[in-house]
């Protein structure tokens, strides 16, 4: 239903309200005649308040900043940290593992920024085998 609402919010509210043609949302639209005329102005009415409004315009500016998006689609995270877990046969995979995995599409990293922060990583790793690098026990799995 969320993901419903959603749509009907970008592709029918927005683009009448950016074209000022706010007549066009009196009526159900004809792709959808199932949904209740009185439920779909009560619909129409609730995303045109300034509340919402301002809210929808700091989530749109608050998403525009994100640089690394995970790519599990419909499995989500918890898919992705069972596949992790099969991959290295371990019954806790480390995060960091999990984060890999989840922004990573046809065994690639997709944007430079992921692929810095997995060189980060690496870079860390490695310097843990090493001894280098002393991480504090807080129950935190370290093993790759």
């Known amino acids: 239903m969320k993901d419903f609402k959603n749509r009907m919010t970008k592709d029918i509210i927005m683009p009448a309200l950016k ?19 009185a439920d779909w102005c ?12 301002e809210l929808s315009k700091v989530q749109r500016e608050r998403s525009s900043k994100i640089q690394s998006r995970h790519r599990s689609g419909r499995s989500g995270m918890v898919n992705v940290r069972e596949a992790v877990k099969k991959d290295l046969e371990v019954a806790d995979p480390p995060r960091h593992r999990v984060w890999i995995k989840s922004r990573t599409k046809s065994r690639k990293l997709v944007t430079d920024y992921d692929k ?11 310097k843990l085998s090493q001894g280098q690098l002393q991480v504090p026990d ?7």
Do not use: M, W, Y
């Open 19 to 37: 074209e000022n043609d706010l007549g066009r949302l009196a009526q159900v639209p004809e792709k959808h005649p199932e949904i209740d005329a």
């Open 42 to 53: 009560k619909f129409v009415e609730s995303r045109l308040t300034p509340e919402f409004l």
């Open 116 to 126: 810095e922060i997995a060189e980060k990583i690496a870079q860390l790793e490695e």
């Open 138 to 144: 807080q129950g935190i799995s370290t093993a790759s």
